[in-house]
């Protein structure tokens, strides 16, 4: 008789990386090494220095009415309103 015996590592994450995993099983049972696994890694990332020298040759991506539009809508956001200061 043989038994199946699997090669494990123990992990550390923080607790926002454990509840996105938590959040991503299918089902109640799913092992978060299934879950790891459907996972999908970008294979073709970009660096911080080949996103720079991107904007420097492409230059700006966004027009002036564009920025004014952001900027506008930056002045009129404001906090929620506290559901628990009393009234």
Do not use: Q
């Not at 696994?37 to 220095?49: F, H, I, K, N």
């Not at 904007?55 to 559901?83: F, H, M, S, W, Y």
């Amino acid at each position: 008789m043989h038994t199946l015996c699997m090669a494990t590592k123990t992990i550390s994450v923080r607790t926002e990386a454990y509840e996105r995993l938590r959040a991503a099983r299918r089902y109640p049972g799913e092992s978060f090494s299934d879950v790891v696994l459907r996972a999908r890694w970008p294979e073709d990332t970009v660096s911080g220095r080949e996103l720079l020298d991107l904007a420097r040759r492409l230059g700006p991506r966004l027009t002036d009415a564009d920025l004014d539009r952001i900027e506008a809508a930056k002045r009129l956001d404001a906090p929620p309103e506290n559901k628990w200061a009393s009234r």
